[in-house]
């Protein structure tokens, strides 16, 4: 009986899946903040080379990878699949559970899945360096590891809570020769106004994007990248689902159910997006998306246009939002902190394409516990929620007594993240539910936009 399915290198993807062509209706426009109209390709350039603008608003089904991406991919995929046997014994289930492992690449997450495709299509378009927002840490790292292969600068602004709470993703980010910047920092406008107005403030991913952004818009030589939400961001993970399938192939097997943590919406866009395609093709899987109740986008926030960014300097869409000024409290651990959500994967919960869930992250730690000391790994804080979410499938499963398939991704690993477990195992990691008055203010103030 195999534990883990491996792929040869050859089988990694050449090309990328684009959902759109089969999504359930047509998309709605991106706004420019500034005009109120729909983005063109010309507003995008400002941040943007034109090969990753095509892509984002392309409607051809399949991507060609660049030789020069995959070459590079071949340092960690395809990467694993394992069959959690140990796991399934511990539940005493009669389920089965596999996950796909993502922690085997150099920054230890899914990121570079994407990292390394807009460090190529920058550095092919002249581009000197990149600025980008990062919370956790795990895309900054990341993003900072695909600049050095490609001889550029970056540039990370850091959510300043989490550059206390996780030095070492700092530490990574400087390795690989990036440049981190706690934000709200005194480098930007953005940044100074927020400060002014609060001296105190820890943070957000939606301050970070707007310092990344205006860096990016104010220096001729500089981009900015982004490592969730946009369309084509979602495109490059899904490399992560189509080995999958082919892994699942190689088992005898097929899941029932998908699982992945959801923030912006890479990677639960990355596993998820190949098995929502097979769903036209008669296959019934459900495909689950799994939330902080602290930040509780799908299943709390509203489907609404709205900023990308606090200072109102990226674009507006169509997504679901806890409104784009939403703050996570800062004794929330298990990150997945963004306002908002993937367009793409907004529309496929409205029309009721997918499920979401949220969950306390004390229940997610300690399903994050057992699943360690099952299978060995230490799971992302991230991950940990779609741990928690499988375990629960699993659960179910033995109740109703029947046999039933759940893959989960598990986005990386948390040997960074050691001080959110030491909350844990002492008993200090607060649950928190983010409350409904403090939603219902947000999107008070979302913009106003007449198609």
Known sequence: ????????????????????????????????????????????????????????????????????????????????????????????????????????????????????PQAYYNKQAGIRRLATETGAGQWGSSLALACSMFGLECTIYMVKVSCTQKPYRKSMMQLWGGTVIPS????????????????????SLGIAISEAVEDAATHEDTNYALGSVLNHVCMHQTVIGLEAKEQMALAGDYPDVVIACCGGGSNFAGLSFPFIADRANGKKVRCLAVEPSSCPTLTKGVYAFDYGDTAKLAPITMMYTLGHDFMP????????????????ISQLYHAGEIEAKSYRQNACFEGALLFARSEGIVPAPESSHAVRAAIDEAMLAKEEGKERTILFGLSGHGQLDMGAYDAYLA????????????????????????L
């Open 184 to 203: 709200p920092s005194e480098f930007t406008n953005a940044g100074r106004s927020i400060l002014a107005h609060d001296p105190d403030n820890l943070g």
């Open 329 to 344: 409290p800062g004794i929330h651990a298990g990150g997945l902190r963004y306002h908002g959500d993937s367009a793409l």
């Open 427 to 450: 008993g200090g990691l607060e649950d928190f539910e983010y409350p409904e008055e403090k939603i219902r203010e947000a999107l008070q103030r979302l913009p106003k936009i007449q």
């Open 1 to 116: 009986m195999n534990t883990k399915f491996i792929l040869d290198e050859s089988r990694i993807p050449r090309q990328w899946y684009n959902i759109i062509p089969d999504m359930p209706g047509p998309l709605f426009p991106v706004i420019n903040p500034q005009t109120l109209k729909p983005v063109t390709p010309e507003d995008m350039g400002v941040i943007f080379p034109r090969a990753l603008i095509e892509q984002e608003m392309s409607t051809e089904r399949w991507i060609d990878i660049p030789d020069e991406v995959r070459e590079i991919y071949k340092l960690w995929r395809p990467s694993p699949l394992f069959r959690a046997r140990r796991l399934e014994q511990a539940l005493q289930t009669p389920a089965k559970i596999y996950y796909k492992y993502e922690g085997v690449s150099p920054a230890g997450s899914h990121k570079p899945n994407t990292a390394i």
